[in-house]
């Protein structure tokens, strides 16, 4: 998955031969070492710039306020220490705990070692799998995070026996931890043979991770997590008359590749974005919530979903400070932990360079006809090639698009009919959806922003729109059946018109 920096041929290799008359040799083709790369690394933080980066949130006086710069660098940088697996039960080597607690802390990365633009990338490498926080090791505590849920939500395993989401480490010799919340846990995916595609839509399950194993813990985790404070009564609250049983039900309710990642919320959960082929978009987030016009917005979208969100002020509520004993932001020294800006420059050119798997789907007689419908039905007015984008923001039904947005986004003024609650009930909504990029959808699941539809096939089904329609992704806690409304566009197709247009889909 590494980027591969080459500098080009070597210099020609002279060997004078002068005595005798000599000859002159070329050594052409010759590869020179790896050129130095010396990357002038912008500054993720700078207060002008984080207050414009995001688009404002359907209720702006709500949008967040984030802490200055000079609180943001006085918090502490983390340390990437080395990792040790996680074995699926029954395929742990004897003595392997045992054995790690004879281990002494190690860091794996140092910037200062870095020479070439690979390096570079390798060490983004170590800070997309590295955890961000970490929670004492226990046989109990990882059934409790993964073994209980994964045979009941059909997780696919690894050949290898190795849970690929997070590790075991090691920060303080005798002490072992389970590393978690890291970029892969959210975006590696477990293919059905069982191959791995980094960076990918990711298919962990995300039930128990993050919750707590008292109810008033679990409430003020959620509260912390998704409250929408604009919303009277904030339907966070309703988990108040749930049993804790319940509370992890609504959770296990979302299907592997739909996470409800904080500033959405369980009710109104998100699918999982592939990271692969980021670059090329312009909106960051189904609701096109932060803007990418370059690789310092990367970096500031990693700060702010590794810990930087939970800092922000939301018209007066502050995520962090539910955890404070003055109910106040705490002082840097003692708030949450980030990373530095070199570690947030190594992780963005990491994501840049990863690319798709080999597609194994053939463009053939059969998809070749596909791009013909694809093109007759305008499909490409909207998912433009060759990115399969316009990179545009469409609005919700519903949300009337402030003037002053059409001068400072890119905005498709059409609905797509899709339901609006994501977009308009949560910190993350805007009033819009992005245009997605259809690149990889053969290797990706659970279409719709909210995952709704586990196949294209399921997409492109007409019955969906019909409320006695059991959706085949996420339903919903205790629903049995409901539509799934909106994006009508080939719905109507013959049936090998639509067999052809999903066949060439996933050519793409």
């Known amino acids: 998955m590494n980027l591969h920096y080459r500098s080009g041929l070597g210099l020609p290799t002279i060997l004078m031969g002068c005595?005798?008359?000599?000859?002159?040799?070329?050594?052409?083709?010759?590869?020179?070492?790896?050129?130095?790369?010396?990357?002038?690394?912008?500054?993720?933080?700078?207060?002008?710039?984080?207050?414009?980066?995001?688009?404002?949130?359907?209720?702006?006086?709500?949008?967040?306020?984030?802490?200055?710069?000079d609180y943001y660098y006085r918090l502490r940088t983390r340390s990437v220490y080395k990792s040790y697996p996680i074995y699926?039960?029954?395929?742990?080597?004897?003595?392997?705990?045992?054995?790690l607690g004879e281990l002494e802390p190690e860091i794996i990365l140092d910037i200062s070692s870095l020479k070439t633009?690979?390096?570079w990338v390798r060490a983004g490498e170590k800070v997309?799998?590295?955890?961000?926080?970490?929670?004492?090791?226990?046989?109990?505590?990882?059934?409790?995070?993964?073994f209980k849920w994964h045979d009941r939500m059909n997780v696919p395993d690894p050949p290898n026996g190795v849970v690929p989401y997070?590790?075991?480490?090691?920060?303080?010799?005798?002490?072992?931890?389970?590393?978690?919340?890291?970029?892969?846990?959210?975006?590696?995916?477990?293919?059905?043979?069982?191959?791995?595609?980094?960076?990918?839509?990711?298919?962990f399950p995300n039930v128990a991770l993050g919750y707590e194993k008292s109810k008033a813990e679990s409430l003020k985790a959620n509260r912390f997590l998704y409250a929408t404070p604009w919303m009277e009564p904030d339907p966070i609250d309703s988990l108040g008359e749930m049993s804790l049983e319940e509370i992890y039900e609504l959770h296990a309710a979302i299907p592997p590749g739909v996470i409800p990642r904080h500033r959405t919320t369980p009710f109104l959960p998100v699918q999982v974005p592939d990271l692969i082929g980021v670059q090329d978009r312009k909106y960051l987030d189904r609701t096109g919530l932060q803007q990418h016009r370059g690789i310092v917005d990367l970096m500031r979208y990693a700060a702010l979903n590794s810990g930087g969100d939970n800092l922000a002020d939301f018209a007066g509520f502050v995520p962090v400070a539910m955890y404070t004993p003055d109910g106040k932001l705490p002082p840097p020294e003692s708030g949450p932990s980030r990373w530095g800006d070199p570690e947030l420059y190594a992780l963005a050119l990491y994501i840049y360079s990863l690319k798709p798997p080999e597609n194994p789907n053939?463009?053939?007689?059969?998809?070749?006809?596909?791009?013909?419908?694809?093109?007759?039905?305008?499909?490409?007015?909207?998912?433009?090639?060759?990115?399969?984008?316009?990179?545009?923001?469409?609005p919700v039904q519903g949300f009337?698009?402030?003037?002053?947005?059409?001068?400072?986004?890119?905005?498709?003024?059409?609905?797509?009919?899709?339901?609006?609650?994501l977009a308009t009930k949560t910190r993350r909504g805007t009033g819009y959806y992005k245009v997605p990029s259809l690149k990889g959808v053969w290797y990706r699941g659970h279409f719709g922003h909210d995952g709704s539809c586990q196949t294209l096939e399921d997409w492109f089904d007409p019955a969906r729109l019909q409320e006695d329609y059991v959706p085949t992704g996420f339903k919903g806690y205790k629903v049995d059946h409901r539509a799934v409304p909106g994006h009508e566009f080939g719905l109507k197709l013959p049936p090998g018109e639509k067999a052809a247009l999903i066949a060439f889909l996933r050519t793409i």
């Open 19 to 69: 005595v005798l008359g000599g000859l002159v040799s070329l050594a052409a083709g010759q590869d020179a070492p790896p050129a130095p790369f010396r990357p002038d690394i912008p500054k993720t933080w700078v207060d002008s710039e984080m207050e414009e980066l995001e688009v404002p949130l359907v209720v702006p006086e709500f949008s967040p306020v984030q802490v200055p710069a």
């Open 88 to 99: 699926m039960l029954g395929r742990e080597p004897t003595g392997y705990i045992e054995s």
């Open 117 to 119: 633009r690979e390096d």
């Open 128 to 146: 997309f799998d590295a955890p961000t926080q970490f929670i004492p090791y226990s046989a109990e505590e990882l059934e409790f995070l993964y």
């Open 166 to 203: 997070f590790d075991l480490v090691i920060r303080e010799k005798g002490k072992l931890e389970i590393g978690v919340i890291s970029c892969r846990q959210c975006h590696i995916r477990v293919m059905p043979d069982g191959t791995l595609i980094k960076g990918a839509q990711g298919n």
């Open 362 to 394: 053939p463009f053939d007689e059969t998809a070749a006809r596909g791009q013909e419908v694809f093109q007759a039905e305008g499909c490409g007015g909207c998912h433009t090639p060759p990115l399969y984008t316009n990179n545009k923001l469409t």
């Open 400 to 421: 009337d698009v402030p003037a002053e947005h059409r001068e400072r986004y890119d905005i498709l003024d059409v609905s797509v009919g899709t339901d609006p609650g």
